[in-house]
């Protein structure tokens, strides 16, 4: 089972937006082999996901109903085998929070920049199939080769590594969380959806 944590700040617009998601489509792509969490790094506990951004979900075929949110915290942060922050500030507090999970920790953008240069280079080939047993074996070489390319892939990225976010801002602003993240989660579903491929 791959472990994935998407963090954010309220844990009610970005993070969940990653999650469910990311949940959704890779429970299609390769059943049962994700588990797909999140947290806020300030997070309205208890909260359910925000209006706007659960209706933005919704759009995508993809529902929030049961959906509340949790804090971030240490013990959650190591229990995952990537976490994927929404912005570069997140995933460097992340890091501050337990020096050790720096190998595992990106942004969502930077994340899936990393996948396509991965995919660029010659000696990518990673298992294919969608068993359990395959989908770990792919999952851990691939965190091991993303370390290889990461500079390279913060580099393309131009600073371009932040989600926006959109809360208690005007619509336009929760279209462009959708514009910054949803071409990203697409990717990472992409990737896994070749690889299942038999």
């Known amino acids: 089972?791959?472990?994935?944590?998407?963090?954010?700040?309220?844990?009610?617009?970005?993070?969940?937006?990653?999650?469910?998601f990311l949940q959704s489509e890779l429970n299609r792509v390769s059943p049962g082999s994700f588990t797909i969490r999140s947290a806020g790094a300030h997070a309205l506990v208890g909260h359910q996901m925000d209006e706007r951004s659960s209706m933005k979900?919704?759009?995508?075929?993809?529902?929030?109903?049961?959906?509340?949110a949790r804090q971030l915290n240490e013990d959650i942060a190591n229990?995952?085998?990537?976490?994927?922050?929404l912005t570069d500030e997140h995933?460097?507090?992340?890091?501050?929070?337990?020096?050790?999970?720096?190998?595992?920790?990106?942004?969502?953008?930077e994340f899936a920049t990393v996948?396509?240069?991965?995919a660029a280079l010659p000696d990518s080939t990673l298992p294919k199939g969608k068993d359990s047993t395959t989908v770990?074996?792919?999952?851990?070489?691939?965190?091991?080769?993303?370390q290889l390319v990461r500079h390279v892939a913060r580099a393309k990225s131009e600073g371009n590594l932040d989600v926006i976010d959109p809360y208690r801002q005007s619509d336009p602003v929760y279209e462009r969380m959708v514009e910054e993240l949803l071409p990203a989660l697409r990717l990472i579903v992409s990737f896994e959806?070749?690889?299942?491929?038999?």
């Open 1 to 20: 089972m791959i472990r994935i944590l998407t963090v954010c700040t309220g844990n009610i617009c970005r993070s969940p937006y990653a999650e469910l």
């Open 57 to 68: 979900l919704r759009e995508v075929g993809v529902a929030s109903d049961e959906f509340v």
């Open 79 to 85: 229990g995952n085998d990537l976490i994927l922050a």
């Open 91 to 109: 995933r460097s507090n992340i890091v501050a929070m337990s020096p050790r999970l720096l190998k595992r920790t990106y942004t969502v953008r």
């Open 115 to 118: 996948l396509g240069e991965l």
């Open 136 to 146: 770990d074996t792919r999952w851990a070489a691939l965190l091991n080769k993303a």
């Open 193 to 198: 959806s070749f690889h299942a491929a038999e």
